[in-house]
């Protein structure tokens, strides 16, 4: 082993294109083929599936004379339908990234400071498995904690639960999708799940409010969107901004931040009162739905214009359009929904919005979605933990369906209910994801043990006391692709070339650190050949199968409830709850209310943030193809607050919010597009690692700015659209 500093730590993580490419050895062979050979001349197309997002599209890598040379849609799959998103094509620069970790790496001085030694996978795995059990012996498995995001997971949570652990957390809950998990759930009984359940291709009216579609890129969403707009789908957009979606919109309406659910409850006010919502669905599926209607008395439109912002006039035309074309009437429910700590309710309001329209379980609307059952390896039982999860201690939120991410570093903070002194980190940047930085660190500042699994030296393996460097997707098998979708179909992540250095896959790691734990019994099987084989045949297929096509097709079964698709809601009244009494139960509003959202500083503007076409999270920015196509992010500015602040288009600022927290510098755009009350910029960017060369001090961090949020009170959400910024021109 040897010791090396911050400079000799980038020539380790640093790689050529060229030797990236001359490392790389193809596996499989033309079209249809499959295993691993020797290089070979000419061009080998390989079916594998994306790792760019949570969308998983199948994809086609093109291998030619051993080197990855461009990636494609699948046509066989039903996901990309033979294409791919910007990301998805841009996947080989995550392979060719000269600044990706390229071997195990020991701290040697105290977190903050990048002082590492490189070391064997052996001796990096030792050094975890020794603390993990000594973290175990004092305190219990129970005070190892698991952050893990993606499909590739699912190995470490197997290893982490043998381990005797029951905190295991993924941010895409708490800091995501879990309000309108629990939104959904609480009125139909079943989320929305991932991919989406949305029937946009057959959607005659879509309502979007705060989606980025062509912004946020969801392939199949994006490319049936762009269909249903080609065909002349009646849209209506409601966003503070004019999105990329907004400027395809029949009605745009610009609402004030923070008060979706004034006009959400207005729509209902007006589609019941008017005699608009579907009768006979409500009468068949409804629980509840007198004591829903009288909840809506007093919000009319004209109540919600003055908290909106939106026109009673504009307010029921729109609430009459989608009344008009149901139950083909889909209000998209959404991915990123933590805004404002009412989320669940918002999304239980946009839930209740379709079931008035009929469109859950309708063409048009949200279908059931079909899947595969593959059955699970053989293992032994998980042990019983000692202790119950310390994320949500005595059920404080009631409606929480995952652990918390936030839970657990309160958990860690505070040493209660009981401490958590490990934190293993599975392919998120939790300094990233998470709000309120500063509490962040301060719980790896109390940790006995950080590991860090990553592609890149991202922030939080910079405060990592192990950062072991994974596979990129293009070079790993990984779980099986089996998510639920308008038709039934599995699909194989398989490996097209070779890593160019020392990276191990994360099943691999699991696998080994299991061994090195003492739970190896969890891992029964040899390889992961064998491992996917076995599930697969279990459900009638088999691995060369997937390594032939990417993509295997179930048979079809019905997704709307008028072709035969089972019409069931697991829910206390086994209907749809317009009225919950499972809510009121718990403390809590039966019916959304409407609460007006916090005001902030005078002259301050709300933080807004979301997403572009051609990056993930913080994960690609230093991706060199996606690089080209977005280097660096803007802050939108009305273009009338703007002229007011005396800034211009090109001019560098620095946000400041109201806790005093400064960002990086960051370019001006001052456009109409957005209202003068509020500020957007597009999240991932103003990465710190000095590591990260191409996109190290390159625009600024909204995670950096969102120190305060609320915790919504049903389920543990994190909102942070509750920050608020000054510009401060940058010399």
């Known amino acids: 082993m040897r010791s090396f500093s911050r400079r000799q730590f980038l020539k380790i993580t640093a790689g050529t294109l060229a030797a990236a490419g001359l490392?790389?050895?193809?596996?499989?062979?033309?079209?249809?083929?499959?295993?691993?050979?020797?290089?070979?001349?000419?061009?080998?197309?390989?079916?594998?599936?994306?790792?760019?997002?949570?969308?998983?599209?199948?994809?086609?890598?093109?291998?030619?004379?051993?080197?990855?040379?461009?990636?494609?849609?699948?046509?066989?799959d039903p996901l990309s339908r033979g294409r791919l998103c910007p990301r998805g094509t841009g996947g080989v620069g995550a392979h060719t990234d000269?600044?990706?970790l390229r071997a195990p790496l020991v701290r040697v001085n105290r977190r903050g400071r990048d002082e590492w030694k490189e070391v064997s996978w052996d001796e990096a795995l030792d050094y975890i498995a020794l603390r993990m059990r000594r973290i175990a012996a004092e305190d219990g498995p129970e005070a190892m904690a698991l952050f893990a995001h993606g499909l590739g997971g699912g190995f470490f949570r197997h290893a982490f639960k043998a381990f005797g652990t029951p905190n295991i957390a993924e941010p895409a809950y708490a800091q995501c999708r879990g309000p309108r998990d629990a939104g959904y759930?609480?009125?139909?009984?079943?989320?929305?799940?991932?991919?989406?359940?949305?029937?946009?291709?057959?959607?005659?009216?879509?309502?979007?409010?705060?989606?980025?579609?062509?912004?946020?890129?969801?392939?199949?969403?994006?490319?049936?969107?762009?269909?249903?707009?080609?065909?002349?789908?009646?849209?209506?957009?409601?966003?503070?901004r004019f999105s990329i979606a907004a400027s395809k919109a029949r009605y745009y309406l610009p609402i004030k931040p923070g008060t979706d659910v004034a006009l959400l409850l207005a729509w209902m006010h007006v589609i019941v009162k008017e005699g608009l919502y579907d009768r006979e669905y409500v009468t068949k599926f409804g629980h509840g739905f007198d004591q829903f209607v009288a909840s809506l008395e007093g919000?009319?439109?004209?109540?919600?214009?003055?908290?909106?912002?939106?026109?009673?006039?504009?307010?029921?035309?729109?609430?009459?359009?989608?009344?008009?074309?149901?139950?083909?009437?889909?209000?998209?429910?959404?991915?990123?929904?933590?805004?404002?700590?009412?989320?669940?309710?918002?999304?239980?309001?946009?839930?209740?919005?379709?079931?008035?329209?009929?469109?859950?379980?309708?063409?048009?609307?949200?279908?059931?979605?079909?899947?595969?059952?593959?059955?699970?390896?053989?293992?032994?039982?998980?042990?019983?933990?000692?202790?119950?999860?310390?994320?949500?201690?005595?059920?404080?939120?009631?409606?929480?369906?995952?652990?918390?991410?936030?839970?657990?570093?309160?958990?860690?903070?505070?040493?209660?209910?009981?401490?958590?002194?490990g934190w293993f980190v599975y392919a998120t940047n939790l300094l990233y994801s998470l709000p309120d930085q500063a509490?962040?660190?301060?719980?790896?500042?109390?940790?006995?043990?950080?590991?860090?699994?990553?592609?890149?030296?991202?922030?939080?393996?910079?405060?990592?006391?192990?950062?072991?460097?994974?596979?990129?997707?293009?070079?790993?098998?990984?779980?099986?692709?089996?998510?639920p979708f308008r038709e039934p179909f599995l699909t194989l992540r398989q490996p097209v070339v070779d890593a160019p250095n020392d990276q191990k896959p994360g099943w691999w790691?699991?696998?080994?650190?299991?061994?090195?734990?003492?739970?190896?019994?969890?891992?029964?099987?040899?390889?992961?050949?064998?491992?996917?084989?076995?599930?697969?045949?279990?459900?009638?297929?088999?691995?060369?199968?997937?390594?032939?096509?990417?993509?295997?097709?179930?048979?079809?079964?019905?997704?709307?409830?008028?072709?035969?698709?089972?019409?069931?809601?697991?829910?206390p009244s086994g209907k749809i709850e317009f009225f919950s009494e499972q809510l009121q139960r718990a403390g809590l509003d039966p019916v959304p209310r409407y609460a007006p959202p916090e005001a902030g500083?005078?002259?301050?503007?709300?933080?807004?943030?979301?997403?572009?076409?051609?990056?993930?999270?913080?994960?690609?920015?230093?991706?060199?193809?996606?690089?080209?196509?977005?280097d660096e992010n803007e802050v939108w500015v009305n273009a009338a607050a703007a002229r007011r602040l005396g800034l211009k288009s090109g001019d560098y600022v620095r946000l400041r919010n109201q806790d005093g927290v400064a960002s990086e510098r960051i370019r001006v755009k001052a456009t109409e597009r957005i209202r003068p009350d509020c500020v957007y910029l597009v999240h991932g960017f103003g990465h710190t690692s000095?590591?990260?060369?191409?996109?190290?001090?390159?625009?600024?961090?909204?995670?950096?700015?969102?120190?305060?949020?609320?915790?919504?009170?049903?389920?543990?959400?994190?909102?942070?659209?509750?920050?608020?910024?000054?510009?401060?021109?940058?010399?």
């Not at 062979?29 to 020797?38: A, I, Q, T």
């Not at 291998?63 to 066989?76: A, M, Q, S, T, Y």
């Not at 003492?518 to 599930?535: H, K, N, Q, S, T």
């Open 23 to 76: 490392a790389s050895r193809s596996r499989g062979v033309l079209w249809g083929g499959g295993g691993p050979e020797k290089p070979r001349q000419g061009t080998q197309i390989i079916p594998t599936f994306c790792d760019l997002c949570f969308w998983k599209c199948g994809a086609l890598a093109y291998v030619r004379d051993g080197k990855l040379w461009k990636i494609e849609g699948n046509p066989r």
């Open 98 to 100: 000269p600044d990706r």
């Open 185 to 240: 759930n609480l009125t139909f009984g079943d989320e929305v799940g991932s991919p989406e359940r949305t029937d946009i291709a057959n959607a005659e009216c879509l309502v979007l409010i705060g989606s980025h579609l062509g912004e946020n890129m969801h392939n199949t969403q994006v490319q049936e969107f762009a269909e249903a707009v080609g065909r002349g789908v009646s849209l209506i957009v409601v966003d503070p």
């Open 299 to 421: 919000y009319t439109p004209e109540w919600a214009y003055p908290e909106t912002g939106i026109e009673p006039g504009m307010i029921r035309e729109t609430a009459r359009e989608m009344a008009h074309h149901r139950p083909a009437t889909l209000v998209h429910p959404g991915r990123h929904v933590t805004w404002y700590g009412n989320d669940a309710q918002r999304s239980r309001a946009n839930a209740l919005l379709n079931a008035l329209l009929g469109s859950w379980g309708r063409r048009g609307g949200l279908y059931v979605p079909a899947g595969v059952d593959v059955p699970h390896y053989p293992s032994p039982a998980y042990p019983k933990p000692a202790r119950p999860p310390a994320d949500n201690p005595d059920g404080k939120y009631p409606f929480a369906s995952e652990p918390l991410t936030t839970g657990i570093r309160d958990a860690t903070l505070e040493g209660k209910p009981y401490p958590i002194k």
């Open 439 to 483: 509490a962040t660190i301060r719980a790896l500042e109390k940790l006995d043990l950080v590991v860090v699994v990553d592609v890149i030296p991202s922030e939080i393996a910079g405060w990592a006391d192990v950062v072991l460097p994974e596979n990129v997707y293009l070079e790993r098998y990984d779980e099986i692709g089996a998510s």
């Open 509 to 571: 790691i699991a696998h080994k650190l299991a061994e090195k734990l003492g739970v190896g019994a969890y891992f029964p099987w040899r390889d992961i050949e064998e491992y996917l084989d076995y599930r697969l045949r279990a459900a009638g297929h088999s691995l060369e199968e997937l390594k032939r096509d990417g993509v295997v097709r179930g048979s079809p079964k019905p997704i709307y409830f008028e072709d035969g698709a089972p019409s069931e809601f697991d829910t």
């Open 601 to 630: 500083p005078p002259g301050a503007f709300r933080v807004l943030f979301g997403r572009a076409p051609v990056h993930s999270f913080s994960r690609t920015e230093n991706n060199p193809i996606l690089a080209d196509l977005m």
């Open 690 to 731: 000095h590591r990260l060369r191409r996109t190290f001090g390159r625009g600024a961090s909204d995670a950096q700015i969102l120190s305060r949020y609320r915790t919504d009170p049903l389920m543990g959400g994190t909102g942070s659209n509750v920050n608020f910024v000054t510009l401060e021109l940058e010399a």
